[in-house]
């Protein structure tokens, strides 16, 4: 029986199915939630990149907190898909996906981690490998990586800009 889950957000529409999962075991387990999205400073996410891949930004810190609104956004919206009989509790928190969920696995005494199967992924993904991957392999509690139903991983898919569009 689960009591805790932890549920990593980031936003995508495999975090998406991963907290609608959750929400169905809280349920049945009558446990609770807690939602984690994890944002890193501008400079950390580019840290040992190097080989020029870095863009020049001169003003670093707005960008930082740029990022960091835009994550508090999407936690916040992930909440608010929570129902109102489900106690939760989200957490903005400073670090990479894993090492912060893996904390909080560790510090709220949680005995379930669920995860999309993907998340918004691109460059940060190549550099840093995959999160949920990495929570299989080091999480001390079971994993629960959920992946989109075909057709809505589909739609996911054609949701994205094309390569012309993110170049404008």
Do not use: C
């Not at 944002?39 to 870095?54: C, D, I, P, S, T």
């Not at 001169?58 to 835009?70: N, Q, R």
């Amino acid at each position: 029986m689960f009591h805790r889950i932890v549920v990593g957000v980031d936003g995508s529409a495999h975090a998406a199915a991963a907290l609608k999962q959750a929400i169905d075991i809280a349920r049945t387990q009558r446990a609770s939630l807690t939602l984690i999205t994890a944002w890193q400073r501008f400079n950390n996410v580019y840290e040992g990149v190097g080989m020029g891949l870095a863009p020049a930004i001169s003003d670093a810190p707005a960008l930082t907190d740029a990022i960091k609104a835009d994550e508090r956004s999407v936690l916040d919206a992930a909440k608010a898909t929570v129902p109102a009989d489900l106690s939760v509790q989200a957490n903005l928190v400073e670090g990479h996906p894993t090492q912060v969920i893996l904390e909080a696995v560790q510090s709220g005494a949680h005995d379930l981690v669920a995860i999309g199967s993907r998340g918004r992924g691109g460059i940060s993904a190549l550099l840093l490998g995959s999160v949920s991957h990495s929570l299989i392999q080091h999480s001390p509690v079971p994993v629960l990586v959920v992946h989109l139903p075909a057709a809505d991983h589909a739609a996911a898919l054609d949701a994205r800009p094309s390569t012309q569009e993110r170049e404008r």
